[in-house]
Nanobody, 124 residues
């Protein structure tokens, strides 16, 4: 079992920034890929970003490229999502996720565990 706890969501004006963090605990001794998804009201959950175990490989949804940056700290078992130039369409619940099936699964990211989600609201 892996437990994921997100933090850092909130309300921000368009053009602003937020930084999301996710702490992993439990079965974290293996090499794994981490990432973020989001779900807006009335829409399906969608992929946002993923990062390999070493941090050397990342993947982003086209909608966030150039604005969002994913990073991780394996000493503290954490993954972060720096979100800049936020737009109203970025409003969603953001979920941290972990894929235990491999260290480099950024382009085939298929989560085994999810966090509870944190709300991000961007006002226009």
């Amino acid at each position: 079992q892996v437990q994921l706890v997100e933090s850092g969501g909130g309300l921000v004006q368009a053009g602003g920034s937020l930084r999301l963090s996710c702490a992993a605990s439990g079965r974290t001794s293996s090499f794994y890929t981490m990432g973020w998804f989001r779900q807006a009201p009335g829409k399906e959950r969608e992929f946002v970003a993923a990062i390999s175990w070493s941090g050397g490989d990342t993947a982003y949804a086209d909608s966030v490229k150039g604005r969002f940056t994913i990073s991780r700290d394996n000493v503290r078992n954490m993954v972060n999502l720096q979100m800049n130039s936020l737009k109203p369409e970025d409003t969603a619940v953001y979920y941290c996720a972990v894929d235990l099936k491999g260290a480099i699964r950024t382009r085939s990211f298929s989560p085994d565990y999810w966090g509870q989600g944190t709300q991000v609201t961007v006002s226009s």
